[in-house]
């Protein structure tokens, strides 16, 4: 019995985690998106850059944010993080709607 129990408690850990997978790999996708299984190859194109204080923080300084902040990051040339949404730039407008 208890090793029953045991084997459904390692089911249902492996399934959540297989959900919280799936949901960080399309956080960032809109349900319609996600649904019609379209699948972004290329980087949307910006002229945004990472303010410069941002940078001259280096890579001690994001691995302490990041640490601090629970972030886990993967891939090539991820950009550091930031703490606060005004660190984006963003034009006032979309400034006004955060607040």
Known sequence: EQDRIELSRKEEEERILREASQVQTNA????SEVASGLVYT???PSTWTIPRYILEGGEESWRKIR???HMEVEGVDVPPPLRRFVDMKFPPPIMDSLR
């Open 67 to 69: 640490e601090q902040w």
């Open 42 to 44: 290329e980087p949307m």
């Open 28 to 31: 960032l996708q809109a349900a």
